[in-house]
């Protein structure tokens, strides 16, 4: 069978990020050039090394573009406060020409608002509180005493004022445009989405887990889209939007549902009889009040042994009630069936809150392994990681290992679960069964355990 085509359509949060960023980052390069050279025309060296600052933060987010996550934009978010507040305060009014600087603290509330996600209470609820304050505390001249009393000639500053004004306001429509038009996509991705549950047109694909002996013992279940333009969408896609709609209910119950008709498939055949099958679960699905009650109905109806299903959990997940996240998790324990904590290592979850949770796997985030063979303190890191699994008696899976050199690397550490392209990617549950029939677990693979263990 060949290998199904995953539409390569990133995130819509890391669109808007991207974007974002390389309007701020455009923006602050060309106002900071534009002001240096004037600062240092009029012979304020001094003054012009803010405006340095300026495009030194352009270049970051300009640099930081590629990787478009939260952190970034976060930095740079925080650099252009800084440098704003600074300028505004050197902007003071004079005579007859008005304080400019602080309006672009307006489109920065603005896009740092509708660009972090609700829960990032920082970024979309402090950080433009702390804008539209400056903003204020400026137009009312509360910090001018402060203000340390130089600028170049008023003609310069009267046209600076009238620039600033058309900028930051050509900003802010900006920002409001890109809002309305991404609230437009998500409306229609909602609606597609609710559509596509109706429709069944979600599949799950399995990749493999194995041991370090080259031993499979079950899969992940991966939901994908299947599309009616013929594309088949990966989970990043769609989840977070189904995840903000709630919509992530009724497709999680349909993964599950698939996921237990092929745990019952694979009961039935000697190869595939005591694989173990892992299944995603959204923590806005655990905290929803119908969930318990709906998932065990159909996983009781199912008929299939509760001890070869695995629940997997977001590290993230677990700060936001996790009180209740544990009772479900228990409830779920008591049928039989496991947890895992996916993504670990990037929640931030206390070792207390860890010891309270009735998980017997922690999966390590694919970045861990993917640092730890560039870098020795990386590698020191993982280490510590797959020795806390083993002190608090739980196994450690090693998420995305794509290369022998990281696979050798892990075994020496310890670990001893592993999932990755190295092995296979996802695939549909027939390549599964054709993919097992045909596996042969590496002699390497056993040499390189045997090796590591002595
Ligand atoms: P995840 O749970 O961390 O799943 C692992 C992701 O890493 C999968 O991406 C998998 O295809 C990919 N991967 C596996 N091995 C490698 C590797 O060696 N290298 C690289 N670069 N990637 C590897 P996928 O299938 O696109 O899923 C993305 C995320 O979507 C999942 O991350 C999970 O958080 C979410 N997801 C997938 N299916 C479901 C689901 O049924 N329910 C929920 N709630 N979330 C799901
Ligand atoms: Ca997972
Ligand atoms: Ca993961």
Known sequence: ????????????????????????????????????????????????????????????????????????????????????????????????????????????????????????????????????AMFSAFAIGALDPLAPGVSPPLEVRAWGARLNTAFSMALLVLIFAIYRNDIGRRLRLERELARAVRKGEFEVHYQPQLLGNGAITGAEALVRWRHPSGTLLSPDAFIPVAEDSALICDLGLEVLRQGCETLNEWSRAPATRGLKLAVNVSPVQLLDEEFLAAASALIRASGINHGLLELELTESALSADPALLASRMIAFERMGVTWALDDFGTGYSSLSTLRALPVRKLKIDRRFVDEAVKQESARRLLGKIVEISHVMGMDALAEGVETVEQRDLLVGLGCTHFQGYLFARPMTSAAFRQWLAEYRPSQQMADALEEATG
Do not use: K
């Open 1 to 132: 069978m060949p290998p199904s085509r995953v539409g390569s359509r990133r995130s819509m949060q890391q669109d808007r990020t991207r974007t974002i960023l390389s309007i701020a980052g455009g923006t602050c390069i060309c106002l900071g050039l534009a002001w240096t050279f004037c600062y240092l025309y009029f012979g304020r060296g001094d003054l012009s090394l803010v405006f340095v600052g300026l495009i030194a933060v352009g270049i970051f987010a300009l640099h930081r573009v590629p990787r478009s996550d939260a952190t970034s934009l976060l930095i740079v978010a925080n650099g252009i406060f800084l440098v704003v507040c600074v300028i505004a305060l050197i902007d003071a009014p004079v005579a007859w020409v008005p304080r400019s600087a602080h309006l672009f603290l307006l489109p920065l509330a603005a896009g740092a608002a509708s660009t972090f996600e609700a829960r990032q209470r920082y970024g979309s609820l402090f950080f433009p509180l702390a804008c539209l």
